[in-house]
Each structure stands twice: as structure tokens, then as C-alpha cells.
């Protein structure tokens, strides 16, 4: 018996070691990458820098109350996306217009010792909101560009505004539609705000159920989580460990974008060890499960992530114009290359 015990011992040992060390390799090779940012003219520029941070300013504001799904802040979001996808000009493309309306419970552990919370809840009036562009090639694929508009809502009286996370996606993608909508790209893009992803990525799973868009005629998801705030410069491009032909497209992007694009956070625990896995953190990966294509772009978790600290004042002008840039620049450029 006590052999036993020292070999699972040493076998536990084992295991925590290469986990430690599989997780340090990875650091370094995250740290290691120096990609070259592109300065004056080679810097591609699509986004109005006023209009973004005015965007993501409304939306991070009190009035919204920290955008809690099913709540009066969340339904009051949702409005605003569909005003939004409306003067852009994009197709509805949900259940009734532009909204595409799903129920569900939720049971959180968390609930049983965060104030505020309960175990469970019920979600009668979740929505993700979804527009479209018709691509100029009907044959073609889809694109699904996603950014989810929920947070955390109001806790003990205090408000989550959710600068980052993710009004910062939302104002992302509403600028990536503005683009496209005045060059019309060779795909169907279709725009998806979702709803409820803090509540287990339900507005991910909903879409997807929903048949909106057949799985297998989705060519790409190209997700928004958390992309205006960074000290170094530097944006994750997660996904190529999945789908090893987009990283040379990236590298391309790279050479007209004003920040860095880093590659990393979407390789399992025996290869990465104890380096984050973003694989299933974000409505990606509801995509990834169904073997979907994805590029998440989002960076590591700062201070105020989840914090009712996390507001418009700390986000770099800068760096999110350039971010938005970037992917708007990424998207054309999947879209022209993707069969």
C-alpha cells in the first residue's frame, strides 16, 4: 500500500514538473515573438477613431447599467445595437428582424458565495442581435464576425460598465460592418452581437442551434473579446494552433498594422502547461466544438478585468484605433483568401 501511494505521489509530481515546465517554454516563446509593426504609410487605416470611442464610451456608461442579460440595461443595449446595425445599413438576419430572441437556466457555483447572485437563475428574454452583408460571390461562404454586448450588470449597487469586456468588441464590430459596408466584400459577413456570453457563452450556443447560418456554410468565426486596452502594443491572434494555414495571412495583416500581433493561448494543457488556454473562453469556442475555423483577437487580462474599475478613461485611443484598423484589415484580407 505505501508503495502505491509513493508511486501516484511521484506521479503527481511528475506531471505538476512538465506542466510547470511546458508552461515556462511557452512564455518564452510568447515572449520571444518580436513582430515588426508597420509605421507611416504601410499602416492601413479604416475606423473613425471619434465615432469608436464614442461608442464604446455610450455603452460602458451608467445608463446601461452594466448590460446584465435579461435585464432592463442588457434590453436597453440590445436596442441600441439594432439602431446601430439599422443606420449602417446592414440585413436583419434574426428570428424577427435584427433580434434573434432565446431562453435558458443558468447554475453558477459562484452564486452560492458572491452577494448578488443566486445558484440558479432563469433568462426568459436573452437576444443576440444579427445583421448581415450579402457578398458579391453567391456561391461563397460565411464569415461570422461576433462580439458580445453582456456583462456583468450591478452587484450591491455598484455597476460593471465593462469598458473592455466587451463594449470594446461591440464598438469594434460596428466599425468593421461600417467598412464593409462601404466596400462590399466577396463573402456573406454576417455580425453577431451576442447575449449572455459571461452566463456560459449561451448566446453562442443559441446562434449556432438557431441554424441562422448552416455550420457547415461558416468558412470562419472571427471573434471580439476585450480589444482597446494594452500597455505593450500588443493584441493576441488566437486560433492558429487549430487552423495552422491563417497564420501566414496574420503575418501579412502585420506588415500594415500599427500593433503587435501576437500568436498564442490556444494550445491545450500538454502542450502550453499553465499558460492559459483561450480556447473555450469566449463565444469561439462554441464555434471550435463544432470544428469551425476561428481567430479570437483579444488581449491578456489587465487589472480592472471584472471590476466595476473597467471604463472608457482607461483605454488607449491609440491602441484600440489601431486594433480596429488591424482587424478590419485581417477580415479583407480573409475574405479574399478563403475559398
Given amino acids: 500500500m505505501r508503495r502505491r501511494r509513493l508511486i501516484a505521489l511521484g506521479a503527481v509530481v511528475l506531471i505538476f514538473g512538465y506542466v510547470l515546465a511546458a508552461g515556462r517554454l511557452e512564455q518564452r516563446a510568447i515572449a520571444g515573438q518580436a513582430p515588426a509593426v508597420a509605421t507611416g504609410e504601410s499602416v492601413r487605416h479604416h475606423v473613425d477613431r471619434d465615432q469608436l470611442m464614442a461608442d464604446v464610451t455610450h455603452l460602458a456608461s451608467p445608463a446601461y447599467e452594466g448590460r446584465r442579460t435579461s435585464t432592463p440595461g442588457g434590453r436597453k443595449a440590445r436596442a441600441w445595437i439594432v439602431d446601430r446595425f439599422t443606420a449602417l445599413g446592414l440585413e436583419p438576419s434574426g428570428r424577427s428582424g435584427f433580434v434573434s430572441q432565446f431562453s435558458f437556466v443558468h447554475h453558477?457555483?459562484?452564486?452560492?458565495?458572491?452577494?448578488?447572485?443566486?445558484?440558479?437563475?432563469?433568462?426568459?428574454?436573452?437576444?443576440?442581435?444579427?445583421?448581415?452583408?450579402?457578398?458579391?460571390?453567391?456561391?461563397?461562404?460565411?464569415?461570422?464576425?461576433?462580439?458580445?454586448?453582456?456583462?456583468?450588470?450591478?452587484?450591491?449597487?455598484?455597476?460593471?460598465?465593462?469598458?473592455?469586456?466587451?463594449?470594446?468588441?461591440?464598438?469594434?464590430?460596428?466599425?468593421?460592418?461600417?467598412?464593409?459596408?462601404?466596400?462590399?466584400?466577396?463573402?456573406?459577413?454576417?455580425?453577431?452581437?451576442?447575449?449572455?456570453?459571461?452566463e456560459g457563452l449561451r448566446g453562442a450556443e443559441a446562434f449556432v442551434d438557431s441554424g441562422a447560418v448552416p455550420i457547415d456554410r461558416i468558412a470562419l468565426n472571427v471573434n471580439l473579446d476585450m480589444v482597446a486596452r494594452n500597455d505593450r502594443n500588443e493584441i493576441f491572434a488566437a486560433g492558429t494552433y487549430q487552423s495552422p494555414w491563417l497564420k501566414p495571412w496574420l503575418e501579412d495583416v502585420q506588415r500594415r498594422s500599427g500593433v503587435k500581433i501576437l500568436f498564442g493561448h490556444d494550445r491545450p494543457i500538454h502542450k502550453a502547461g499553465n499558460v492559459e488556454d483561450w480556447t473555450d473562453q469566449s463565444d469561439h469556442g462554441v464555434f471550435a466544438a463544432h470544428q469551425v475555423p476561428f481567430v479570437y483577437f483579444g488581449v491578456e487580462d489587465h487589472d480592472d478585468y471584472h471590476r466595476p474599475t473597467d471604463t472608457p478613461d482607461k483605454i488607449d485611443r491609440q491602441f484600440f484605433g489601431d486594433v480596429a484598423d488591424m482587424i478590419v484589415e485581417a477580415v479583407r484580407t480573409f475574405d479574399e483568401k478563403l475559398q
Avoid: K, M
Fill in 108 to 198: 453558477s457555483v459562484r452564486g452560492l458565495f458572491t452577494a448578488g447572485r443566486t445558484f440558479r437563475s432563469e433568462y426568459d428574454d436573452a437576444a443576440n442581435v444579427i445583421g448581415g452583408i450579402r457578398g458579391e460571390s453567391p456561391s461563397a461562404s460565411t464569415i461570422v464576425i461576433s462580439a458580445h454586448y453582456d456583462h456583468l450588470g450591478t452587484i450591491d449597487g455598484v455597476i460593471y460598465p465593462g469598458a473592455d469586456d466587451n463594449a470594446s468588441g461591440v464598438a469594434a464590430l460596428s466599425a468593421i460592418a461600417r467598412a464593409f459596408i462601404v466596400d462590399p466584400p466577396s463573402h456573406r459577413l454576417i455580425f453577431v452581437a451576442f447575449d449572455a456570453e459571461e
